[in-house]
């Protein structure tokens, strides 16, 4: 996933999240929709974005690019994750 998930500083993360979901309405039923959130230093950003993407929870380009945080000293990454309404992920191409 990209940036056009991370809001702007005009939206809310609940706009974005509605943007993102498609249209049709018995996709969306079907799907559970989680978003996750890492803030930290940027190393410590990094590192569990690596972390995750070893243990096979998500790829690393799957998370928005770094984004400041509240705190001036820290950053943030987005990661929106779509499941089957039994708790299954949708399966990715190529795999």
């Known amino acids: 996933m990209s940036q056009e998930f991370v809001p702007d500083d005009n939206k809310s993360v ?8 498609p249209n049709d309405d018995s996709a969306v039923c079907e799907q559970e929709v989680v978003l996750l959130t890492v803030v930290g230093s940027p190393k410590g950003v990094r590192e569990t974005i690596l972390t995750l993407y070893r243990l096979g929870f998500a790829e690393v380009g799957d998370w928005s690019p770094v984004q ?18 039994n ?3 949708p399966r990715k191409s190529g795999r």
């Open 14 to 21: 609940s706009e974005a999240l509605e943007e993102a979901r």
């Open 68 to 85: 400041r945080a509240a705190n001036p000293k820290q950053v943030m990454s987005v990661l929106i994750r779509r499941s089957r309404a």
């Open 87 to 89: 708790g299954t992920p």
